[in-house]
């Protein structure tokens, strides 16, 4: 079946401009998680939900990011007024079906989106 | 607080075993991941350990100690198509939580 997608894939934008970043989990997947991965770095945690709800924000880096799941399986990261340290992979990731097959920790990573801020 | 320590990069050679170590400090922990990324692309899993001891996998095998904060991948008859980053991650609560990685380890596989 289908994997995690993201778009879009690249994005460049200008300094102070807002940025809407979209993660399309697996279907059927409760949790989605979001990750921000700097260059030759591993993936920082950003934020997480289950179903619509929001869990942890704890890694959001200030609030001009917000994430949103309205119904439990699109979700979208904003990010206002983009700055230069904003650049970086953003990767989202889901796990978890109800009924699978263990383990179901395992979580299933997006091709992420490389985000430019000039 | 929690640290997660791999070494930046590592070189070996074509058919040769390569053990990439990683060791972590954490006050809860629920298991321990690997995962592979080849440059510009997702990770993808390659294991998850939670209890002591060798889990193997074809080419590839991981091994947790809890005791020491200590993991291991060990991988086998290395292929260049394994030149790729390994990230180290322990989750700390059960069920699907948050992962936190190390920065991940660059193998390159030379001729």
């Known amino acids: 079946g289908a994997g995690v997608s993201q778009s879009p894939r690249y994005k460049v934008a200008k300094r102070g401009q807002d940025v809407a970043l979209r993660c399309d989990p697996i279907s059927g997947h409760v949790s989605l998680f979001w990750y921000q991965q700097a260059l030759g770095q591993g993936p920082e945690f950003l934020t997480y939900f289950q179903n619509e709800a929001q869990l942890d924000k704890s890694g959001l880096p200030s609030d001009r990011f917000f994430a949103e799941r309205p119904e439990g399986s699109v979700s979208t990261l904003k990010i206002q007024r983009t700055q230069q340290e904003d650049s970086a992979v953003y990767l989202c990731?889901?796990?978890?079906?109800?009924?699978?097959?263990?383990?179901?920790?395992?979580?299933?990573f997006g091709p992420g989106t490389r985000l430019t801020v000039t | 607080g929690q640290n997660i320590d791999q070494p930046t990069e590592m070189t070996a050679t074509e058919g040769a075993i390569v053990q990439i170590n990683c060791t972590y400090q954490?006050?809860?922990?629920?298991?321990l991941f690997w995962y592979q990324q080849h440059a510009g692309e997702a990770p993808t899993f390659l294991s998850y350990n939670v209890l002591d001891g060798l889990e193997e996998k074809g080419r590839f095998s991981s091994f947790l100690s809890r005791s020491k904060g200590y993991s291991y991948l060990l991988l086998k008859e290395l292929q260049m198509k394994d030149s790729a980053s390994y990230l180290c991650?322990?989750?700390?609560?059960?069920?699907?939580?948050?992962?936190?990685f190390g920065k991940g380890t660059r193998l390159s596989v030379i001729a």
């Open positions: 990731a889901s796990s978890f079906q109800e009924g699978g097959a263990a383990p179901s920790y395992e979580q299933y």
């Open positions: 954490t006050s809860g922990f629920n298991g």
């Open positions: 991650a322990f989750v700390k609560y059960s069920g699907n939580t948050p992962l936190v």
